[in-house]
């Protein structure tokens, strides 16, 4: 199968490019990333001479580029990555997060569509088993209480400019399956951690700031509570809904593992303290829990995310592999390991 997977240049993306790879020998990955701040070539440094790897700068939303690939390389899949992610990056230029996230998953759609069907309802023959994964979040649902959890059937509440674009790009998506019969699936999932996530967000910039003995932000009061799913989980997440979902539905993830910013921050210090304990200094610091500082919240910021799984874990059969603290360790021992960490930051 040739497999188009956009935005794997990306955290998540360049993640699952490499575990499909290492786990599936028929499949040959078309790779297309626009290669913005968020997405780093260095991401792909282990695969992207693989003879089934296929690299392709280029933007989403360029319609004719998208269909001259579904054409060149007869493609049978799409996985949707690519996406403006960061939210208050969203707060400061939401045009681009609507561009990327509404527009581009719409070209994307339309060029599925016109490649693999006949009509409204009738597949070409050849591309029968054709199928369309989009990749979306748990933000969409808005913000819970301390108590409940989001389902597949909580209405959608977006409250960034951020969380709406995805939610408005899920509504489009699920109108594909429903008007047109476009084999469609939408995953939303909680939090992500790991490997090679870009340094903009809450995990790495904790590490960053504690290795540089520089103030840690946690915004407000540091109780917005979020639940924490590893990368190496949500790959595999991804592969089982994508070889074993239903068609038209749509699938959460999540991590099982809630906890609030500064319980994060503290975590990441108790294991910095063991893996790089802090040498002598001249601002008498000797625990990286001594930088937390608490900063200003941010504008429409979510108290607390949480998900019921249920339905992934009962119609397919999928377990986690890993507990919060063994991925930590992991994404820790990356960070240290990484020579270029704190070097490439570019926010837009």
Not at 98 to 106: D, E, M, R, Y
Request: glycine share 8%.
């Amino acid at each position: 199968m040739k497999l188009l997977i956009t935005g794997g240049a990306g955290f998540i993306g360049s993640n699952f490019v490499q575990h499909l790879l290492k786990y599936h020998e028929d499949i040959h990955i078309i790779n297309l990333d626009k290669l913005t701040y968020a997405g780093n070539f260095e991401n792909l440094r282990g695969v992207i001479h693989h003879p089934r790897h296929t690299f392709i700068q280029g933007d989403i939303c360029n319609r004719q580029l998208v269909d001259s690939i579904f054409e060149k390389h007869q493609i049978g899949g799409v996985i949707h990555f690519a996406a403006e992610s960061h939210v208050d990056n969203s707060i400061v230029d939401p045009t681009s997060f609507i561009n990327t996230n509404v527009l581009g998953t719409s070209t994307l759609l339309e060029a599925a569509r016109h490649y693999w069907m006949e009509g409204v309802g009738v597949y070409k023959h050849s591309f029968k088993h054709a199928r369309f994964l989009h990749i979306s979040t748990d933000e969409v649902y808005g913000t819970l209480g301390e108590e409940g959890f989001f389902t597949e059937s909580t209405a959608y509440a977006p409250n960034s400019p951020y969380s709406a674009s995805k939610a408005s790009s899920d509504m489009i998506v699920r109108s594909y399956f429903h008007t047109y019969g476009l084999n469609v699936i939408t995953t939303n999932c909680s939090n992500n951690y790991g490997p090679m996530q870009h340094q903009e967000k809450l995990i790495p910039t904790v590490i960053r700031k504690a290795l540089s003995l520089e103030s840690i932000p946690i915004y407000g009061d540091g109780k917005n509570i979020r639940d924490w799913l590893y990368v190496g989980d949500h790959c595999r997440a991804i592969e089982k809904v994508f070889f074993e979902g239903r068609t038209g539905e749509t699938y959460l993830i999540g991590g099982h593992q809630e906890m609030a910013n500064i319980e994060i921050a503290q975590v990441i210090c108790d294991i910095l303290d063991q893996m790089k304990p802090i040498q002598f200094n001249n601002q008498n610091i000797t625990s990286y829990r001594q930088l937390i500082e608490f900063v200003q919240d941010r504008p429409g910021h979510d108290f607390r995310y949480a998900i019921d799984d249920s339905k992934l874990r009962s119609e397919l059969g999928f377990q986690l592999k890993y507990d919060f603290e063994n991925g930590m360790k992991e994404t820790i021992k990356y960070y240290l390991e990484d020579r270029q960490f704190g070097k490439r930051i570019d926010y837009v």
